[in-house]
């Protein structure tokens, strides 16, 4: 066991390094905002939602929780007997003591101690793979992707909910600073930390020292969970939860709102609603998922599919959506403004990213314009020569496979702007 994982898995054996009251989703309205956004009703919550994908599967069905903890998510899915044999697996050795524990008497419950990051699972055993908020703590997430597909009988299920936002609490300035303005919204009683004294002046700013001093695996490749999850597995449900501003506000108070409280409750149902705005139109990205997904013999899946599920929203009905959204792609340009000659040419530097995908191509002013460049997936830059205009257009296309060079499979683009 390396260092990072002993330290983890010292965190983690703490059933108070996450104790009452401190985290977001504790916050009257929110879980059922978070329904909602997950399966389209209120009431129904990701792990009943999950269970409708197992209507037609023979019982017992058989499931793996994989960085289970103190075991919470077995014990209710055997109490509403969506699953009748599950098996937890977790680093931390003191969790799963505690798990055991909470488990006496319940059938069909089992635990075991391993490390998700080498951990080797036996082949086609599970109906089912379950992760609740454990990915975003592990480091070889290619390696465990594999052994959840192998474990995995065929067409078995893997779910997903999960944390993807930015990796080890890296939160961008201007995220932290819009959540500033809103949590001071907040009356100050209301904003008493839970954890030890004082009063929350401000979104959580961590250093990389800090992470790593108390667990290192905490969101270490949250980043790249769905692009990671999309290239291996079927996507059969995605839902983007937001709470992204509501993370970076009620962390560390969540336990000072009450339902019956009339003073507040208004307040947090508004930011509740400026949370699903921000995301739902673009402002802010999504720091959570739910994700239903399938074993598929396609070594591509995503590459070879064009929609997938769009995002819960309140202002636009739930349909298909083509993964130009989904995957993270993005072009920029710098300058840009773009500063020109008297002639009006001007160079600017390209930046892109794609994931999923095998190769894409920078085209100019259309889709199937002229290649400017060539890359495979990832995060690349290339600067033009002095032949660049206001109001051209760039393109990222998706040509993986042999994709044809159409709007369908447009990733991104940025257009040159003239100076101010």
Same mark, same amino acid.
């Given at each position: 066991?390396n260092?990072a994982t002993?330290?983890?898995t010292?965190?983690?054996?703490d059933p108070q390094s996450q104790?009452?009251?401190?985290q977001w989703?504790?916050?009257?309205?929110v879980?059922?905002?978070?329904?909602?956004r997950?399966?389209?009703? /209120?009431?129904?919550d990701?792990?009943n939602?999950?269970?409708?994908?197992l209507?037609s *599967?023979?019982?017992?069905?058989?499931?793996?929780?994989? =960085?289970?903890?103190f075991?919470i998510?077995e014990?209710i899915?055997?109490?509403?007997?969506?699953?009748?044999?599950?098996?937890?697996?977790d680093?931390?050795? =003191?969790a799963i +003591?505690?798990?055991? +524990?909470? &488990?006496? =008497?319940?059938q069909?419950?089992?635990y075991e101690?391993?490390?998700?990051n080498?951990?080797?699972?036996?082949a086609? @055993?599970y109906?089912?793979?379950y992760?609740h908020?454990?990915?975003?703590h592990?480091?070889?997430?290619?390696?465990l992707?594999?052994?959840?597909?192998?474990t995995?009988?065929?067409?078995?299920?893997f779910i997903?909910f999960?944390?993807?936002g930015?990796? +080890?609490?890296?939160?961008?300035?201007?995220?932290?600073q819009l959540?500033?303005?809103?949590?001071?919204?907040i009356p100050?009683?209301y904003?008493?930390?839970?954890?030890?004294?004082?009063i929350?002046?401000?979104?959580p700013?961590? /250093?990389?020292?800090?992470?790593?001093?108390?667990?290192p695996?905490?969101?270490?490749r949250?980043?790249?969970?769905v692009?990671?999850?999309?290239?291996?597995f079927?996507?059969?449900?995605?839902r983007?939860?937001?709470?992204?501003?509501?993370?970076?506000?009620?962390?560390?108070? &969540?336990?000072?709102?009450r339902e019956?409280d009339a003073?507040?409750?208004p307040?947090?149902?508004?930011?509740?609603?400026l949370?699903?705005f921000l995301?739902?139109? &673009?402002v802010?990205?999504s720091?959570?998922v739910?994700?239903v997904?399938?074993?598929t013999?396609?070594?591509?899946p995503?590459? @070879?599919?064009?929609?997938?599920l +769009?995002? &819960?929203?309140?202002f636009a009905?739930?349909g298909?959506?083509t993964l130009?959204h989904?995957?993270?792609a993005?072009?920029?340009?710098?300058?840009?403004p773009?500063?020109v000659?008297?002639?009006?040419f001007? *160079?600017?530097?390209?930046?892109w990213t794609s994931y999923?995908?095998?190769?894409?191509?920078?085209h100019v002013?259309?889709?199937?314009g002229?290649?400017?460049?060539t890359?495979g997936?990832g995060?690349?830059s290339?600067?033009?020569?002095?032949?660049a205009?206001v109001?051209?257009t760039?393109y990222?296309?998706?040509?993986?496979?042999?994709?044809?060079l159409?709007?369908?499979?447009?990733?991104a683009?940025?257009t040159l702007?003239?100076?101010?």
């Amino acid at each position: 066991m390396n260092e990072a994982t002993k330290k983890t898995t010292e965190w983690w054996n703490d059933p108070q390094s996450q104790p009452p009251g401190t985290q977001w989703v504790e916050v009257p309205n929110v879980r059922q905002n978070i329904n909602r956004r997950a399966t389209g009703d /209120s009431e129904i919550d990701w792990l009943n939602h999950s269970a409708s994908f197992l209507s037609s *599967q023979p019982t017992p069905i058989k499931a793996l929780s994989v =960085g289970c903890g103190f075991g919470i998510i077995e014990r209710i899915l055997h109490r509403r007997d969506i699953c009748q044999l599950i098996h937890g697996l977790d680093v931390a050795d =003191g969790a799963i +003591q505690g798990a055991i +524990q909470e &488990a006496e =008497g319940l059938q069909g419950l089992t635990y075991e101690v391993a490390d998700l990051n080498t951990t080797e699972l036996p082949a086609e @055993t599970y109906d089912i793979v379950y992760a609740h908020a454990s990915l975003h703590h592990v480091f070889q997430l290619e390696h465990l992707f594999a052994q959840i597909k192998k474990t995995l009988k065929p067409n078995g299920f893997f779910i997903i909910f999960e944390y993807i936002g930015p990796s +080890q609490m890296q939160f961008p300035q201007h995220h932290l600073q819009l959540a500033d303005v809103f949590l001071k919204t907040i009356p100050e009683r209301y904003r008493t930390l839970r954890r030890r004294e004082g009063i929350k002046q401000e979104a959580p700013r961590f /250093s990389l020292e800090t992470m790593n001093s108390s667990d290192p695996s905490e969101g270490i490749r949250a980043s790249e969970i769905v692009p990671l999850v999309a290239s291996r597995f079927e996507i059969r449900h995605l839902r983007y939860l937001g709470g992204t501003l509501l993370l970076l506000i009620f962390n560390e108070i &969540a336990g000072n709102f009450r339902e019956e409280d009339a003073e507040i409750m208004p307040l947090v149902d508004a930011l509740i609603a400026l949370d699903n705005f921000l995301v739902d139109n &673009a402002v802010l990205p999504s720091y959570h998922v739910y994700m239903v997904c399938q074993k598929t013999d396609n070594p591509l899946p995503m590459q @070879t599919a064009t929609v997938v599920l +769009q995002p &819960a929203s309140l202002f636009a009905a739930n349909g298909p959506q083509t993964l130009i959204h989904k995957l993270g792609a993005s072009i920029t340009a710098s300058p840009n403004p773009l500063a020109v000659d008297p002639r009006g040419f001007g *160079q600017t530097t390209l930046s892109w990213t794609s994931y999923a995908t095998t190769k894409v191509e920078v085209h100019v002013n259309a889709p199937d314009g002229n290649v400017f460049t060539t890359s495979g997936p990832g995060s690349f830059s290339k600067t033009t020569e002095r032949w660049a205009r206001v109001g051209m257009t760039f393109y990222l296309q998706n040509v993986s496979n042999g994709l044809p060079l159409t709007d369908d499979n447009t990733l991104a683009k940025v257009t040159l702007i003239a100076p101010p």
